[in-house]
C-alpha cells in the first residue's frame, strides 16, 4: 500500500488539507472554514477528525508517514503560530504540541507558506536537483526561501528568508510592519495595485483604471488589463518587474544561486512580469553572475500547491 | 607530536604562511614577496620549499592535517584563483592542481579572503558554538561570509557571500567592479576616505583634512582624527554605520542570524563605527530581529587573522 504524507495548508479563510504521495500525487483533498472555530482546541480536534475520515474513505489502512503543515507566521524551531494577524488565534498558539497526540508516532513540522512552497519547489517542482536556488513568492505580500547546498534556510530563530521586508526605499511606501519601503510594498498583489494609482496620479492618460476604486482593484485586473494592451498596466508591471528585478541582483550576491523562481498571483501574469524582471536583474548584476542566474516559473504553481508544498518537507529532509 | 595545519595567506604584496595547531597557535610563520614571482610555477615551487624548511625548522616530523588558502577571487569548487587584479599572474591560476603535488596525502582548500576570515572566526574566534552568523571583512573593500546551520554559505558556483556589492544607492559612487553604488565603494577603509572628501566639498569648516591630498588619506587617519575630536571625522564614521547598519537590517532579513562580526581595518575604529552601526541596524530592523542580533568585534582580528583564517576550514569541514 502506498505510503502517504499530510499536508495541512492554513489560511484566514480555509484551512486545507491532502493526502499526498511521495512523487506528488494529491490523492484526496478537503478543508475547513478557519474562521468558523475562534476556540483553537475544538479546532485542532475538528481538522484531525476531519483528516483521519479522509483517510478512511480515500485510502483506509495506509501508512502514514507524517504531517506537514504551512501557516503564516508559522516558528518551525517552536511548532507554534505567532501572533498571526488573519488568523482567529491570538498570542502564540502551541500547533505541534496540540496536534501531534492525534497522529502519534508521526513526525510533524509546521513552517511558513513561503518556506513550505519552497521545499515543495526541491521535492515536487522545478527545482529538483537543484542545490542553490531562491523562491519569491507573489501573494498578498512578497514571501521567499532560500535554499543554500540543498537545505532550507532557517536562521538562528527560524525567521530567515523575509525578503520582503528588505527596505528598498527608505521613507518610501508605508508596510504592515509598521516601517517604510519594504520590497512587498512595491513587489506583491497589493503593490502592484498601489503602483497603478501611483501611475494615475502622475499622469493624465484615459485609462480603464480611472473608473475602478482602490477596493476593487486586484492584481488579476491588472494582469487582464496588460494583456488587452493598457499602459498603465504595462507601466505597472514594468516598475514591479524593475524593483524585483534590482533587489534580485542583490539577493544573487549573498547566496549565488542556481535559479530564482517566482510563484503565486503576479507569476501568472507571464511575460509581463517575466520579462521586466530578468531585464532588470541581469542589467543590475555583478559581472561574476550576469547573464548565468535562471529566472524560472514555478512548477508546483496552481490549486494544489499549498498541500503540497506542507506536504513535501515530509519526503525531503530539508531541515 | 601536535598534529598542524599549514595557512597560506596570498595577498597582492606579501604571500604569508604558518604553522597552527587546531586550538589556533600559530607555532611558526613565514612569508615570501608575491610580486617577485612572475611565474606562477616558480612561486609555487618556492613557497613549498619556503613551508617545508619552516617546519623542518619548528615542527620537524610533526603531521601534516592539510593545507588551507585564503586568496582574493578564489574559487572553492576549481581550486582556482581567477582573474585577481592585485597578483602577478593573470587568467585563471589552477592553484590546488599545481599546489597539491608539493603537498601529496593533504588536503588543500583555496577560498577567498572574507571565507577564510569566516571559517577562523567559526573555529577559533567569537563565532565559536554559533550555527548562525556573518563576518563583514572592512578592508580596501566590503568582504563577508554568511554561516547557516554551521555551514559556510558557498552558492552554486561558490560566488556566494559579495556583500560589499550589493547596490545599495543605484547611479552612485562608482565601484572597481565596473557599476555605481555598490555597498563598498561606501564601506571600506576606501569608502570613508570618499566620505571625508564629501563632506569636505559639502561643508566650510576648518579641518585638519584640508589639507591632506586623497592619495595620502588612510582609514587610520580618519580614526586619529575621530579619536581627537575632529567632525570631519566623527561625521565620516556616522554616514558610514549608518550606510552599514540599513545594509545589515536587510542582510538579516535574509539569513536571521544571531550575530554581526566586523572584522579588519575600519573595526579597529571602535565606539566610531560600533556605535552608529548598532544604532542604525536596530533603528531599521524589522520588529522580528530588532534587538536580537548582536553586533561583535572579531576574535581572530590581529596580526595572524589571515593565516588562521586559511588554516581554519583543515579543523572544521565547513564544507
Redesign the interface.
Known amino acids: 500500500m502506498e505510503k502517504l504524507a499530510i499536508g495541512i495548508d492554513i489560511g484566514g479563510t480555509n484551512s486545507k488539507f491532502g493526502l499526498v504521495t511521495a512523487d506528488g500525487r494529491v490523492v484526496a483533498q478537503g478543508s475547513l472554514p478557519t474562521q468558523h472555530y475562534p476556540d483553537f482546541d475544538r479546532y485542532v480536534e475538528e481538522l484531525s477528525v476531519a483528516i483521519r475520515q479522509l483517510v478512511e474513505k480515500a485510502a483506509p489502512g495506509a501508512p502514514i508517514e507524517g504531517v506537514g503543515v504551512g501557516a503564516p507566521n508559522a516558528s518551525f524551531f517552536n511548532g507554534t503560530i505567532e501572533n498571526a494577524a488573519n488568523l482567529p488565534w491570538k498570542g502564540i498558539v502551541p500547533f505541534i504540541e496540540k496536534l501531534s497526540p492525534y497522529f502519534p508516532e508521526c513526525p510533524m513540522f509546521v513552517t511558513n507558506d513561503a518556506k513550505a512552497a519552497t521545499i515543495g519547489e526541491m521535492v515536487y517542482g522545478n527545482a529538483r536537483g537543484m542545490?542553490?536556488f531562491i523562491v519569491i513568492t507573489l501573494g498578498t505580500g512578497l514571501g521567499s526561501g532560500?535554499v543554500?547546498?540543498g537545505?532550507l534556510?532557517?536562521?538562528?530563530?527560524?525567521?530567515?528568508?523575509?525578503?520582503g521586508?528588505?527596505?528598498i526605499n527608505?521613507g518610501g511606501r508605508v508596510c504592515g510592519?509598521?516601517?517604510h519601503g519594504c520590497l512587498e510594498t512595491y513587489v506583491s498583489a497589493t503593490g502592484i495595485c498601489r503602483t497603478v494609482f501611483n501611475l494615475l496620479a502622475d499622469h493624465t492618460e484615459a485609462s480603464e483604471f480611472r473608473g475602478i476604486p482602490f477596493n476593487d482593484l486586484t492584481s488579476e485586473k491588472i494582469t487582464q488589463a496588460a494583456l488587452a494592451g493598457d499602459p498603465f498596466a504595462i507601466e505597472a508591471y514594468e516598475y514591479t518587474g524593475k524593483i524585483l528585478g534590482?533587489s534580485l541582483?542583490?539577493?544573487v550576491?549573498?547566496?549565488?544561486?542556481?535559479a530564482v523562481f517566482l510563484f503565486g498571483g503576479l507569476a501568472k501574469a507571464g511575460k509581463y512580469i517575466f520579462e521586466p524582471t530578468g531585464r532588470h536583474l541581469n542589467a543590475?548584476l555583478?559581472?561574476?553572475?550576469k547573464n548565468?542566474v535562471k529566472l524560472l516559473p514555478s512548477g508546483i504553481d496552481g490549486m494544489n500547491a499549498a498541500i503540497l508544498g506542507a506536504s513535501a518537507s515530509i519526503w525531503h529532509n530539508a531541515h
Not at 534556510?153 to 525578503?163: I, N
Not at 555583478?286 to 553572475?289: A, K, Q
Open positions: 542545490s542553490d532560500f543554500v547546498g537545505k534556510v532557517l536562521g538562528h530563530r527560524s525567521f530567515a528568508g523575509e525578503l521586508h528588505t527596505i527608505p510592519c509598521g516601517r534590482e541582483a542583490n539577493a550576491t549573498v547566496t549565488d544561486p542556481e543590475n555583478h559581472p561574476n553572475y548565468r
